[in-house]
């Protein structure tokens, strides 16, 4: 296990993360927080001290095109530079729906094309495209991460995958979304952001199980679960997982304030606030927390997805 995880802190990492707030077909569409949490995880993913990722940030209008996305979502999972034991993020925050009698999930780009609340099919991307688009990727491990309504769609993808004929043996692929396939997300005027992507934040900073400051993939799901179900809203519940051929031991991202060289210096600041009977910091910040969890209840808002 130690050789396994030690191997994945190894590989290369890359990350594509999306954010669209301006729609240019669409009235009364744009989003006020999908640029802003699309750029605080592409920080958090790049930071050397964290992620490690090398990260394409896509948030420009003429970016995030039909064309453009499915060019970067094929290029970031099939490009002839990856290696098998590469890890492949790919964040999303932008509009979702579905369609159909089957309600299948789609996304939206910047130049989706939505008619009597029928997308024009060749304007957006649905679970058809993004199994051709998965088809064949070479990196072994994926995981995509969705701040859209009816997210939790996605993973109707996996009915169009043949996992042994189209993905690599022992591919690990997780699919997670801000909301089941019948709901909408959520966003917070307080917060400027989305529910799902500051509960994912939040759980870049928990503290890590590992000694070296590493937090699993299974660690963050795990924390966002958790996380999201305290801040529920009249009872919505408001996260979806899918996954194919788990490892839940992938290293994602660190948290630097417990690497071990973080750790020693917080150890000699605390025996020296000790000396001096100031209060820990974590019951402050224990206190804050209750306080923020508080708030957010009574004032989070349903997204106009």
Not at 25 to 51: F, K, M
Request: charged residues 20%; hydrophobic residues 40%.
């Amino acid at each position: 296990m130690f050789q396994e995880l030690k191997h994945a802190a190894f590989a290369r990492r890359y990350a594509l993360c999306v954010g669209i707030g301006q729609y240019t077909n669409l009235s009364n569409h744009n989003l006020r927080y999908a640029v802003s949490d699309a750029r605080a995880i592409a920080e958090r993913l790049q930071d050397p001290r964290r992620g490690q990722f090398e990260v394409n940030l896509l948030i420009e209008p003429a970016q995030t095109t039909k064309l453009n996305l499915e060019e970067s979502l094929y290029y970031t999972l099939s490009g002839k530079h990856l290696n098998p034991q590469d890890l492949i993020a790919i964040y999303l925050s932008c509009h979702g729906s579905v369609y159909g009698s089957n309600n299948n999930f789609y996304l939206l780009p910047s130049d989706a094309i939505v008619e009597d609340d029928m997308p024009k099919l060749t304007s957006v991307i649905d679970i058809h495209d993004l199994a051709k688009i998965l088809t064949g990727a070479r990196a072994k491990n994926i995981i995509f991460l969705l701040d859209a309504c009816y997210s939790g769609g996605m993973g109707e993808t996996f009915q169009y995958l043949n996992l042994e004929r189209d993905l690599s043996p022992d591919t690990t692929l997780y699919m997670v979304g801000a909301a089941r396939h019948d709901q909408v997300a959520l966003q917070s005027s307080h917060l400027e952001r989305g529910i799902f992507t500051h509960c994912l934040l939040q759980a870049f900073e928990q503290k890590p199980r590992k000694s070296d400051g590493w937090l699993t993939f299974s660690d963050i799901y795990t924390f966002i679960s958790e996380y999201i179900t305290s801040l529920q809203f009249k009872g919505t519940i408001q996260f979806r997982n899918v996954a194919a051929i788990v490892n839940p031991n992938i290293l994602f991202v660190k948290n630097p304030r417990y690497s071990p060289q973080s750790l020693n210096f917080s150890e000699s600041v605390r025996k020296l606030l000790r000396l001096v009977q100031y209060e820990p910091i974590e019951m402050m910040l224990n206190t804050q927390l209750f306080s923020l969890r508080h708030k957010l209840k009574m004032e989070i808002s349903i997204m106009a997805f």
